[in-house]
């Protein structure tokens, strides 16, 4: 009898190992079949969003394309809107003497000013202070919105006056710029000002500059705003100011735009006189930029389409700050769907739109500690992922790479396309400044846009374009438009 237990328990045991080792296999070939869909949507999306140089190429003659339409005619029809600017020149580095700017932005504005020495001199006695627009006033009328902020600005006046000799005597001009992040922002909710109205309209602008100066003079302040710019202007405006071959800026940042300085013997549609200086400053507008040679998938495709804003800003979406973290977001959630890569649930908050912003792609991507420790603290903090793997957490700076080399990339060629269209590739030396938090604080994908510029135009051509990082900072702009606006009699 005894023996016969022991048979059985001898049975039971060998039942219960095979059982064990037939659903450990079983989890194996689940969890190797998970990874290999992993694996795949991975490659897929990898595949869909390359930029080899030839497609490169083809995006910056795209690009080239639809600046020569836009500048045709104001009656021809293309993405660009190419705003021409009505400055009448921008600073030839002689400027001298203290000046004050304002950068005003979606919810805030920037108060700034500075003394400029001329030439080969750095700025100095730079103070900037960033004032919060009361809700009450950003849903009021413009002319409430510049009372504000002229108020604002007397504070600053006084607590950092002009004591020097040199121009205050008389009225100064004083550089006013907006972000173009700005334009987004408000199409949200209301605003004391449509901006996409003001920039496509020259008497919208008009209004809001007179508006902004009977607030300046209210307020006994001793200067004037000739011209409303975009800050990416402003940006050009202090390139100009340090080198006389800089014919470019961009923004990269929560949104994207480039201004350039073109011949006015090239533009058509330009009305008037020529200017003396023979050039003319154009905001081109490209986030609005389409062309069949972009990388799309389906993720940006169903970005695109549960935007506020379908079939529009395709650019911007490929590659501004603002779109980056959702793209990023959406591919993870396809692979926690189909392929379990945050486990057995679905993250709740991974499936909540625009909660990775790029700041924090930005800490995963460029994560080197050892199995990517920063990457765990990101999805935990952002999406609530408290048992990401490695393995999982490696895919994640994987998919940011994809993302971010496109973006860059694709920014490069925009930038290597207006040089083109400037005729500067083969002929001429050519700098670009570049501002915006994507390419000031995001290192990979500064260094992928440099590399990108370097592969299209190859050793011979690369030399000629220098893309490097704006003066001054943000919204600094505001004050090389001032100085150049005051001191140029043009004016």
Not at 27 to 40: L, P, S, Y
Not at 78 to 97: C, F
Not at 202 to 225: P, S, Y
Request: charged content about 25%; aromatic content about 8%; proline content about 4%.
């Amino acid at each position: 009898m005894r023996k016969e237990v022991v048979v059985v328990a001898a049975v039971s045991t060998a039942a219960t190992i095979v059982a064990v080792a037939a659903l450990v296999r079983q989890r194996r070939r689940r969890k190797e079949q998970r990874w290999k869909q992993t694996q795949t949507i991975l490659r897929k999306f990898a595949r869909e969003c390359a930029t080899p140089v030839p497609r490169l190429w083809q995006v910056a003659n795209a690009l080239v394309s639809e600046m020569q339409a836009s500048l045709a005619s104001n009656e021809t029809t293309t993405d660009l809107n190419m705003l021409l600017s009505y400055l009448a020149s921008l600073p030839n580095g002689e400027e001298k003497g203290l000046y004050y700017g304002i950068n005003l932005r979606a919810t805030d504005f920037l108060i700034l000013c500075a003394r400029l020495g001329g030439k080969n001199k750095p700025i100095s006695d730079l103070h900037r202070e960033e004032i919060s627009i009361p809700s009450d006033v950003m849903c009021g009328t413009s002319q409430e919105l510049f009372d504000y902020i002229a108020g604002e600005f007397a504070k600053f006046v006084n607590a950092h006056p002009d004591n020097g000799n040199d121009t205050s005597a008389k009225e100064k001009k004083l550089g006013y710029t907006w972000s173009h992040s700005v334009d987004q922002v408000t199409t949200l909710s209301p605003s004391a000002i449509k901006w996409k109205n003001f920039a496509a309209n020259d008497t919208v602008e008009e209004t809001l500059v007179t508006n902004i100066n009977q607030a300046l003079a209210k307020h006994d302040l001793n200067m004037r705003v000739y011209a409303l710019v975009d800050d990416t202007i402003g940006s050009l405006a202090g390139g100009r100011f340090y080198n006389r071959d800089c014919v470019a800026a961009v923004t990269l940042g929560t949104g994207t735009n480039a201004a350039y300085v073109e011949s006015s013997q090239a533009v058509p549609k330009w009305q008037g006189p020529s200017p003396k200086s023979g050039e003319i400053v154009i905001s081109t507008e490209w986030g609005n930029f389409s062309s069949s040679s972009f990388p799309v998938t389906e993720f940006d495709a169903s970005l695109d389409a549960e935007s506020l804003n379908p079939g529009s800003m395709i650019f911007e979406k490929l590659v501004s700050g603002m779109y980056l973290g959702e793209i990023v977001r959406r591919v993870l959630l396809r692979m926690a769907k189909e392929a379990d890569l945050f486990g057995d649930t679905v993250p709740p908050k991974l499936m909540l739109p625009y909660l990775l912003r790029s700041p924090d792609m930005a800490t995963m991507h460029q994560d080197t500690s050892e199995d990517h420790e920063l990457v765990r603290e990101k999805l935990e903090e952002v999406f609530g992922i408290t048992d990401s793997t490695p393995k999982a957490r490696e895919v994640v700076v994987e998919v940011c790479d994809i993302v971010t080399e496109r973006a860059a990339r694709l920014a490069a060629a925009g930038i290597v396309g207006i040089i083109k269209k400037l005729g500067r590739i083969e002929l001429k030396k050519s700098v670009v400044n570049v501002e915006g938090g994507l390419y000031e604080h995001y290192r990979i994908f500064r260094n992928y846009l440099h590399s990108s510029v370097w592969e299209m135009l190859g050793n011979e051509l690369s030399d000629n374009v220098i893309v490097e990082p704006s003066h001054g900072g943000s919204g600094a702009g505001a004050l090389f438009l001032a100085a150049s606006q005051t001191q140029n009699p043009e004016s």
